[in-house]
């Protein structure tokens, strides 16, 4: 079975972007790249790119490895992404991922860490403007909130 992208969203010259896209995962065979497809179609549609660290890299890279570690975290340790969510206000791309799970996760300490895991979400914090959760009545979802700025 061949991995399907999320579907293309209308990206004409001239017309407005949409401003925040759904990306069911739920069941999908490799969401994790379903996330990043997603993220790089519409930051490409919506002619931004994440602003640039102090390193030089690219940070729409980065904006998409966010995504991907927010689903991968949501299918080890509760049971699978349900559904991602982008929403571009402007500035700032926010990636939302719901679960099934009410468990909050954490950032782990260094020590807590191994060869198996518990470096996505401290990752995460150290690439992203803010992150968070809320909790829903069937699960909960974790944000992550990336800076972009327009292409000139």
Same mark, same amino acid.
């Given at each position: 079975?061949?991995?399907? %992208?999320? %579907?293309? /969203?209308?990206?004409?010259?001239?017309?407005?972007?949409?401003? !925040?896209?759904?990306?069911?995962?739920?069941?999908?065979?490799?969401? $994790?790249?379903?996330?990043?497809?997603?993220?790089?179609?519409?930051? /490409?549609?919506?002619?931004?790119?994440? &602003?640039?660290?102090?390193?030089?890299?690219?940070? *729409?890279?980065?904006?998409?490895?966010?995504?991907?570690?927010?689903?991968?975290?949501? @299918?080890?340790?509760?049971g699978g992404a349900?559904?991602?969510?982008?929403? @571009?206000? $402007?500035?700032?791309?926010?990636?939302?991922?719901?679960?099934? &799970? &009410?468990? &909050?996760?954490?950032?782990?300490?260094?020590?807590?860490? $191994? %060869?198996?895991?518990?470096? $996505?979400?401290?990752?995460?914090? !150290?690439?992203v403007d803010a @992150?968070?959760?809320?909790?829903? %009545?069937?699960?909960?979802?974790? @944000?992550?909130?990336?800076?972009?700025? *327009?292409?000139?």
């Open positions: 079975m061949t991995p399907t %992208p999320p %579907p293309r /969203q209308p990206c004409h010259a001239g017309t407005h972007p949409p401003l !925040s896209r759904r990306i069911h995962l739920r069941g999908h065979p490799v969401p $994790g790249r379903r996330a990043r497809a997603a993220v790089h179609q519409m930051t /490409q549609c919506l002619g931004v790119r994440a &602003s640039l660290a102090s390193e030089g890299r690219d940070n *729409t890279d980065t904006a998409a490895l966010v995504a991907t570690e927010l689903v991968t975290n949501a @299918w080890r340790h509760a349900l559904e991602m969510r982008l929403i @571009w206000d $402007g500035r700032t791309l926010t990636v939302e991922v719901d679960d099934t &799970s &009410s468990m &909050s996760p954490a950032v782990l300490a260094p020590n807590r860490r $191994g %060869p198996h895991g518990g470096y $996505g979400l401290a990752l995460v914090n !150290s690439l @992150w968070g959760t809320y909790r829903r %009545p069937t699960g909960k979802t974790v @944000w992550a909130r990336c800076v972009l700025i *327009t292409r000139a």
